[in-house]
């Protein structure tokens, strides 16, 4: 495997429910990224993770809750979340937080 | 706030028709600002990177330049695997160095 890979690649989920998105990356890299792009609107940061601590958290509500257990994998933790949370969650990868990122393909969330 | 407004919303082009798609920034401080391109149901690819006014960088079709308030991004007789939408982003020098990103430009080449 190269690059950052995503799965669930899609996702359908009732409002009760709890599920996990997971990110690996495979090109040593030492900051990791959330993001959500819903239609119509630019790429929204979620969560950054710089050698494995959390060093931003973009006002996210509570139902989602990141994990990073070591620099190559990331998880959002999902719950209870809401229909207008839908979207493509995107995971990236960067060296030093410079801009130069490797996205995942995403996952493609709904919420019924 | 840091902010960045692509356009058009929507380009179509005929093959080998040469057109520009426009990103202008405000940044308090700019550290780099961005290009990527976003096939459906993929990730964005990282295309470019500008740091100051006056640079330009070429890649195939495409010739990527900056000013201090704008980007353009040039494509030159266009194919259609050109066919994305193309994201510009902005990085700023002072604080979390995130990256803030435009809507895109949904760019279609038709044969």
Same mark, same amino acid.
């Not at chain 1, 839908?86 to 919420?111: H, K, M, N, P, W």
């Not at chain 2, 160095?97 to 038709?110: A, C, D, E």
């Given at each position: 495997?190269?690059?950052?890979?995503?799965?669930?690649?899609?996702?359908?989920?009732?409002?009760?429910?709890?599920?996990?998105?997971?990110?690996?990356?495979?090109?040593?890299?030492?900051?990791?990224?959330?993001?959500?792009?819903?239609?119509?609107? *630019?790429?929204?940061?979620?969560?950054?993770?710089?050698?494995?601590?959390?060093?931003?958290?973009?006002?996210?509500?509570?139902?989602?809750? *990141?994990?990073?257990?070591?620099?190559?994998?990331?998880?959002?933790?999902?719950?209870?979340?809401? *229909?207008?949370?839908?979207?493509?969650?995107?995971?990236?990868?960067?060296?030093?937080?410079?801009?130069?990122?490797?996205?995942?393909?995403?996952?493609?969330?709904?919420?019924? | 706030? +840091?902010?960045?407004?692509?356009? $058009?919303?929507?380009?179509?082009?005929?093959?080998?028709?040469?057109?520009?798609?426009? &990103?202008?920034?405000?940044?308090?401080?700019?550290?780099?600002?961005?290009?990527?391109?976003? +096939?459906?149901?993929?990730?964005?690819?990282?295309?470019?990177?500008?740091?100051?006014?006056?640079?330009?960088?070429?890649?195939?079709?495409?010739?990527?330049?900056?000013?201090?308030?704008?980007?353009?991004?040039?494509?030159?007789? $266009?194919?259609?695997?050109?066919?994305?939408?193309?994201? &510009?982003?902005?990085?700023?020098?002072?604080?979390?160095?995130?990256?803030?990103?435009?809507?895109?430009?949904?760019?279609?080449?038709? $044969?």
């Amino acid at each position: 495997e190269t690059g950052v890979t995503q799965t669930p690649r899609h996702l359908v989920m009732g409002m009760t429910n709890k599920k996990s998105l997971k990110c690996e990356q495979h090109l040593g890299h030492n900051a990791m990224y959330w993001y959500k792009q819903s239609a119509k609107k *630019p790429l929204e940061l979620m969560f950054v993770y710089s050698l494995e601590e959390r060093v931003e958290n973009n006002s996210v509500p509570s139902r989602f809750s *990141p994990e990073c257990p070591n620099s190559s994998h990331l998880f959002l933790h999902l719950h209870t979340l809401q *229909p207008e949370d839908s979207a493509l969650y995107l995971c990236a990868s960067s060296q030093d937080e410079g801009g130069i990122y490797t996205f995942g393909s995403g996952t493609r969330l709904t919420v019924v | 706030e +840091d902010q960045v407004t692509q356009s $058009p919303e929507a380009l179509r082009l005929q093959e080998g028709e040469s057109s520009s798609l426009n &990103c202008s920034y405000t940044v308090s401080g700019l550290r780099g600002l961005f290009w990527y391109r976003q +096939d459906p149901g993929k990730g964005p690819e990282f295309l470019f990177t500008l740091y100051s006014a006056g640079e330009e960088k070429e890649k195939e079709r495409l010739k990527a330049t900056l000013t201090k308030k704008e980007s353009f991004l040039h494509i030159t007789a $266009p194919k259609p695997e050109d066919s994305a939408t193309y994201l &510009c982003a902005v990085q700023a020098r002072a604080g979390f160095q995130k990256l803030v990103f435009g809507t895109g430009t949904r760019l279609l080449v038709s $044969p």
